[in-house]
């Protein structure tokens, strides 16, 4: 259902993530028309190649962006978390790039293009944060491609892991190793180009290493430097401004096979 004008405070922490934001656009972004619309889990509620005449700001929950093949399985190609907006590429495509859908009740915030586009054109720090989060959206497709692509099951969920623990800790939504990941076994498989019973194996393998713990939707990640390690994993694709230090070197991927990090594997 549509509320009314939601607050930004979602949206300004994801921006800082990334981005300095002065007084007089924090106070424009502040004061963006922002519309609440809740939806229930599992609902999609942006087509693939559909017009756009908005933009969604997600104000609280996970969401995902994804695309239908001909044989119906399904790519999940980025989840959301708190502040994101999935659908602003289509600000200038004019149209959507992938099906939007929540994966646990969510609650968005709508503002007509228009509106975006006249704050956009007030405001040259506005522009440039609009348009630097849009090089960010995309600097995390491209790894999320290569993780996908090009890592071997268990680097790959580690990779995952580790990235999804830096993007919760940034909003102040993990610490100490702890996060909540409310995908089911399903959707992960999605995400990461595998089948449910591929995901379950390498969970388990990671789970024998003493790299994770899972339980439910509550995720803990033990030594996040020894996972970091494995996934060849360092977090500059996020962009983030206080991006820690690597806590270890990380491993020369160019080198022989027997070289590189292995988990042993582990019967299920």
Known sequence: MIG????????LRRLETHSEISL???????????????LPPGRCFAWDG?????VTVLLSGWACTYKMLGDGSRQVLAYHLPGDLPDLHAADLGQLDGCISTLTACTFGVLPLEELRAVAAGSPGIDRLLRRELQVQASLSRAWLANVGQRPGPRRAAHFLCETYERLAALDMARDGRM??????????D????????????????????LVEWRRQEVVLPDRAALALLAGYDGSHLHLRTAPPPQRPLPDFDADEEKRP?????AV
């Not at 409310?182 to 959707?187: C, F, K, L, T, Y």
């Not at 995400?191 to 449910?196: E, F, I, R, S």
């Not at 292995?262 to 582990?266: E, I, K, S, Y």
């Open 50 to 54: 559909e017009p756009s005449h908005s």
């Open 262 to 266: 292995h988990l042993r594997l582990v």
């Open 180 to 189: 909540r990941v409310p995908v089911s076994q399903g959707e992960l498989a």
């Open 24 to 38: 007089p656009d924090r106070m424009a972004l502040q004061a963006l028309p922002l519309q609440a619309k809740s």
């Open 191 to 210: 995400a990461l180009g595998m089948t449910g019973v591929h995901v379950n194996r390498v969970i388990q393998e990671l789970r024998g290493q003493g």
């Open 4 to 11: 009314p004008s939601a607050g930004t405070e979602p949206l």
